[in-house]
């Protein structure tokens, strides 16, 4: 079925355009009127079962500048005609900084990403997304991990790197019982997200806004009170409590049975001050592991 067709311009108009499909399940269709410079992140395609988009370049460009990603095609059927996608970086997320740091994400599709089947936690989050591509060409595009948090001894418990959001640091607190001193615990931060914007939460802070239309928000910080919220659109999680845990980022976050804050489809791992042992493979804790971005 016929769905809608647009006349795009503009950066501004085309994230606002792929927000407006997120879940349809028409057949869509995107025509380019002239060149593209991206001053955000695009949005991530994400349509409905049995959605489709068609985008004609119409011969023009769309360019990152050398610091922003190109498409990320979360689910849903994409065709891409006659069009060159030139200078574009994926930049995984960098690890935050802490006594006990985080790692950076992975940086993956510089110029276009395709998610396939994905599950987390046993939910099935996406099947896949199928994407054509009819004279595109790429040209300086990259992809580059991020960068792993550093050692430092007034930190705290870093959340890991996402899909371009940076896992969330925590900074020491003074004693406020009265006991005087500074013996106050440090907050453990969330991981980082899908997007430049989805940080992960620092001291008292909830996770910053991603780039999936539709998608739920990155994980709160557990447990619940003292906790900070993710942020929208799987973004970056959330500062957590100490003693406790910083939300993951990323889609379909949760927190694992033995109290870890664990990333999603593109998120990083939550930091953990809960005093206990990391998991087997190292996965949310002390510092957050990166995401896979």
């Not at 395609?45 to 068609?54: M, N, T």
């Not at 928000?217 to 910083?246: D, E, M």
Request: hydrophobic letters at 30%; glycine letters at 34%.
């Amino acid at each position: 079925m016929s769905g809608t067709t647009f006349s795009v311009g503009s950066a501004a108009q085309l994230n606002s355009d792929i927000d407006l499909l997120a879940g349809s399940t028409l057949a869509n269709t995107i025509n380019l009127t002239g060149a593209i410079s991206l001053s955000a992140d695009l949005e991530g395609v994400d349509l409905g079962a049995g959605g489709s988009l068609v985008i004609n370049g119409g011969g023009f460009s769309i360019d990152g500048g050398g610091t922003r990603r190109g498409f990320l095609v979360f689910s849903g059927s994409v065709v891409f005609n006659n069009v060159t996608i030139q200078n574009t970086t994926a930049k995984g997320g960098a690890g935050a900084p802490g006594s006990y740091a985080g790692g950076g994400g992975a940086g993956l599709g510089g110029g276009l990403f395709v998610a396939g089947l994905n599950v987390v936690n046993g939910v099935t989050l996406t099947t896949g997304a199928s994407v054509t591509l009819n004279n595109v060409n790429f040209t300086n595009t990259q992809a580059i991990g991020g960068a792993g948090g550093r050692a430092v001894s007034s930190g705290g418990y870093g959340g890991g790197g996402g899909m371009g959001g940076a896992g969330g640091g925590t900074t020491y607190t003074p004693d406020v019982s009265g006991f005087g001193g500074t013996s106050s615990p440090w907050l453990p931060g969330g991981g980082g997200g899908i997007g430049s914007t989805a940080f992960g939460g620092a001291y008292q802070q909830a996770g910053g806004a991603g780039i999936m239309p539709g998608e739920p928000s990155g994980g709160a910080g557990s447990p619940a009170l003292g906790s900070y919220a993710g942020g929208g659109k799987g973004g970056g999680g959330g500062n957590g409590p100490f003693p406790g845990v910083g939300g993951g980022g990323g889609v379909g976050a949760y927190i694992s049975a033995s109290g870890l804050g664990m990333g999603g489809f593109g998120g990083g791992g939550g930091g953990n001050g809960s005093n206990g042992p990391a998991s087997a493979n190292g996965v949310g804790g002390p510092g957050g592991n990166g995401g896979f971005g």
